[in-house]
């Protein structure tokens, strides 16, 4: 079996805040084969660990929902069993949607004291491997291959698909493994670009201090072990002002997108804000709104968290409507390649999934 990758689309966003018109570029993860941008690392997971595999006994892995439904859809197309562990911020229609696929859903129900489930979540798969030989875990949260594919295909995508002229890039934490890959393209590529981190108030991952987390795919109850020593410049934005950003954003655009696209626009307009000589930010946005619509984009779940609203695009104006998705940005032809086709995992001529043969 083989996956054919088409870069995923870059929407120019033309805005403007005290008579200054700015661009606000957002990188659509959502329209991958898997739906967000963790369908690249479980691409690369599997691959790294496919040689391991047995297909009686399977994979198993600690996810917030992208991830975990990336590698439900690979397991079953493999015919491999697959775990996924949960917590309760996992919506309802995402852990559906994994059991749809053949997987096994644990949820964790005990929060870990950090914030969040996560050292609760790896406690346990830690503890299933123990007592399973054979069942692989391809620990997204330690595996080289998570960050080296952001380094290798992500990151040299999205610079094809850009003018080429200083630009602030945004990515998200969580694992910190796309955020560290983007750092060592820009180290050893030297892009035009200043790197900032983004994540949420309470999350560690970047070695801040913890405190109760309401959203799902951004974030972490411990540092992020491919940025030890945390990473700056970052910007910490609160989960009512990402949820805001969100609402903003389908209101005047029609583009929905996950709670962490939307700390990335909420960063994005507060640096506009703050930095006049910022015209253009990147946004790469993990996922799409779809996944959401009984979080992020339900009044009542809003309500139930007090996530009141934000006014976090007060004196913005959208000036420029918003392109087809999938059409070239603005300097770029429709003859003018956006980036290398990639089928795969980069660096490989013909990338398939290969087989998994028993033992």
């Not at 329209?31 to 997971?45: C, D, E, M, Q, V």
């Not at 697959?82 to 859903?105: E, H, I, K, Q, Y």
């Not at 201090?209 to 700056?232: D, K, N, Q, W």
């Not at 089928?343 to 013909?350: K, L, N, S, V």
Request: proline share 10%; aromatic share 6%; charged share 20%.
């Amino acid at each position: 079996m083989s996956a054919s990758w088409s870069p995923s689309p870059v929407v120019p966003l033309g805005i403007e805040f005290d008579n200054t018109p700015r661009t606000l570029w957002l990188k659509l993860e959502s329209h991958n084969p898997y739906g967000s941008i963790k369908g690249r690392t479980a691409f690369a997971l599997w691959h790294d660990v496919r040689d391991r595999v047995d297909p009686r006994i399977g994979l198993i892995e600690s996810t917030s929902g992208n991830l975990g439904l990336a590698l439900a859809a690979l397991s079953a197309s493999l015919q491999v069993p697959f775990t996924a562990v949960v917590d309760p911020r996992v919506s309802p229609s995402v852990r559906s949607a994994l059991s749809t696929m053949g997987a096994r859903v644990i949820v964790v129900e005990q929060p870990d004291g950090a914030g969040g489930f996560l050292l609760n979540r790896l406690a346990l798969v830690a503890q299933r491997v123990r007592q399973e030989p054979g069942l692989v875990w391809p620990n997204q949260y330690t595996n080289p291959a998570n960050p080296a594919v952001h380094a290798r295909w992500t990151a040299p995508e999205l610079r094809a698909q850009l003018p080429e002229r200083p630009m602030s890039v945004l990515v998200a934490v969580s694992t910190g493994g796309t955020l560290a890959g983007f750092h060592s393209y820009v180290l050893t590529q030297e892009p035009a670009w200043e790197l900032i981190g983004v994540d949420v108030v309470g999350s560690v991952a970047l070695g801040d201090v913890h405190g109760e987390r309401v959203l799902s795919g951004i974030g972490a109850s411990r540092r992020s072990t491919f940025l030890p020593h945390g990473y700056r410049p970052a910007v910490h934005v609160d989960p009512p002002s990402a949820v805001s950003a969100c609402l903003w954003l389908e209101e005047a655009t029609g583009i929905a997108v996950g709670s962490s696209s939307g700390a990335l626009v909420a960063a994005a307009l507060q640096l506009f804000r703050e930095s006049p000589e910022r015209t253009d930010i990147v946004c790469l946005c993990p996922d799409g709104g779809d996944r959401y619509l009984d979080t992020v984009y339900s009044p009542r779940w809003r309500a139930q968290r007090a996530l009141a609203p934000v006014d976090v695009a007060d004196g913005f104006t959208v000036t420029a409507p918003v392109p087809p998705i999938g059409a070239p940005p603005p300097g770029r032809t429709a003859d003018t390649p956006d980036a290398p086709h990639t089928t795969g995992t980069p660096g490989t001529e013909d990338p398939d999934l290969g087989e998994v043969r028993l033992r």
